[in-house]
């Protein structure tokens, strides 16, 4: 079976709900910011991403809302639907060019 | 997504083999990586290239090492392979844009080190 995920916190909602999926980040100097979607087997799926001189963007969708002062990074999704059930990880920029620190990851599990 | 293609996808060994995992990549990106994925520790950087005479380690490297054959090659090989290196491993490309740099992942190799 699929071994990603099996100790995570995990969020619940029902369909067509609004989601909001949060991250602590730890290092103040991370100047970008990316979410991404994992589904059972597949690799980890880009959603939208931020950088540090913003505080909000929007997708379709998904909004991304980024407070400096505490560190913290939350991921909003519109309307839930079933497909979007999967693990989602936040990952920072550390300065370090290229290099991404993931988090650990919030499984959604989206009830009908 | 068939841009980044990793083989095998699965793959069983025995403790004290040498193995390589194998990525490509048509996105025509410059930069590449290796991950593994363990329950509760997220992904976890092993090795990085930003060409191909660009090699730099990760976090976790020691155990592993990597070659970047092409622009679109970079193999990961377990030189002799121990039960705690079964995981999940993915690679992923990149190509800087502006203040953007999205990684984008293979859809991931599962390892297991018997």
């Known amino acids: 079976g699929e071994s990603v995920g099996l100790h995570l916190p995990t969020l619940s909602v029902q369909e067509g709900d609004n989601s909001i999926i949060n991250c602590a980040y730890s290092?103040?100097?991370?100047?970008?910011f990316i979410w991404y979607k994992q589904e059972s087997g597949k690799g980890p799926q880009f959603i939208i991403d931020?950088?540090?001189?913003?505080d909000k963007r929007q997708g379709q969708r998904v909004t991304v809302l980024l407070n400096k002062t505490v560190k913290h990074l939350s991921l909003q999704i519109a309307a839930t639907q079933p497909g979007d059930s999967a693990v989602y990880f936040c990952a920072e920029n550390t300065g370090t060019a290229s290099k991404l620190t993931f988090g650990t990851g919030t499984r959604l599990q989206v009830t009908l | 997504d068939a841009d980044v293609t990793q083989t095998p996808r699965n793959r069983i060994t025995k403790t004290g083999k040498r193995i390589m995992l194998e990525c490509s990549q048509t996105k025509g990106h410059d930069r590449m990586y290796w991950y593994r994925q363990d329950p509760g520790l997220g992904l976890r950087l092993i090795y990085y290239s930003f060409d191909v005479k660009d090699i730099n380690k990760g976090e976790i490297s020691d155990g592993y090492s990597v070659s970047r054959q092409a622009q679109a090659k970079f193999s990961l090989s377990l030189e002799s392979a121990i039960p705690n290196q079964t995981a999940l491993y993915f690679c992923a490309t990149s190509l800087r844009q502006g203040f953007s740099e999205t990684q984008y992942f293979g859809p991931g190799t599962r390892l297991l080190v018997l």
């Open positions: 290092n103040s100097a991370s100047d970008y």
């Open positions: 931020i950088r540090s001189n913003m």
